[in-house]
T-cell receptor, first 109, second 118 residues
Framework: KNEVEQSPQNLTAQEGEFITINCSYS?????LHWLQQHPGGGIVSLFM???GKKKHGRLIATINIQEKHSSLHITASHPRDSAVYIC???????????FGTGTRLQVFP | NAGVTQTPKFRVLKTGQSMTLLCAQD?????MYWYRQDPGMGLRLIHY???????AKGEVPDGYNVSRLKKQNFLLGLESAAPSQTSVYFC?????????????????FGPGTRLTVL
């Protein structure tokens, strides 16, 4: 069993829909990261959080440390949101990240 | 600032050939990482470095070597390439680790190197 599980693996949406991507993990962590990988391949960090909730524009990330679960929400989705969204966790007292396999999102006009 | 750069962007090798991938960062980051990304799998850590002159093995280190002679550069070497090393390779860097460990810091990624071994 992977230490970081994401769901769904693939997601299609119509422009304007509210989107939720889930991430569950099985280890104690210092922080959880959400990253975005565009079709061109580049990877950028969206959020790093260790508790509560963070918001950046139309993106919202939440984490429940007790339940070992995080969600990434996209409000009013747009075709430019089409990308692979990757969840990664930083286990306590390590210098490494463990990555999920990603959720491929396609938003159609 | 260029951020994290990788050289080359694409490369095709024959089995048994050797090559070196170069990662450079201009953010004065202490930590640097080499990952590989394969279809259907998450990014997997090959080797990493927590400072100049230091390296450590990650999850999939076999067949690779690394060196961190200068703080800004992290080199990944393939001594004898195999088809199983066909992959996209990403370099990343992050700020000095806090007491909680490097996983607490945002990682900045390079654009990737697509390597094919025939």
């Amino acid at each position: 069993k992977n230490e970081v599980e994401q769901s769904p693996q693939n997601l299609t949406a119509q422009e304007g829909e509210f989107i939720t991507i889930n991430c569950s993990y099985s280890v104690g962590i210092s922080a959880l990261h959400w990253l975005q990988q565009h079709p061109g391949g580049g990877i950028v960090s969206l959020f790093m959080l260790s508790s509560g909730k963070k918001k950046h524009g139309r993106l919202i990330a939440t984490i429940n440390i007790q339940e070992k679960h995080s969600s990434l929400h996209i409000t009013a989705s747009h075709p430019r949101d089409s990308a692979v969204y990757i969840c990664a966790v930083g286990p306590e007292d390590t210098d490494k990240l463990i990555f999920g396999t990603g959720t491929r999102l396609q938003v159609f006009p | 600032n260029a951020g994290v750069t990788q050289t080359p962007k694409f490369r095709v090798l024959k089995t048994g050939q050797s090559m070196t991938l170069l990662c450079a960062q201009d953010m004065n980051h202490e930590y640097m990482y080499w990952y590989r990304q394969d279809p259907g799998m998450g990014l997997r850590l090959i080797h990493y470095s927590v400072g100049e002159g230091t390296t450590a093995k990650g999850e999939v280190p076999d067949g690779y070597n690394v060196s961190r002679l200068k703080k800004q550069n992290f080199l990944l070497g393939l001594e004898s390439a195999a088809p199983s090393q066909t992959s996209v390779y990403f370099c990343a860097s992050s700020r000095p680790g806090l007491a909680r460990g490097g996983g607490y810091n945002e990682q900045f990624f390079g654009p990737g190197t697509r390597l094919t071994v025939l």
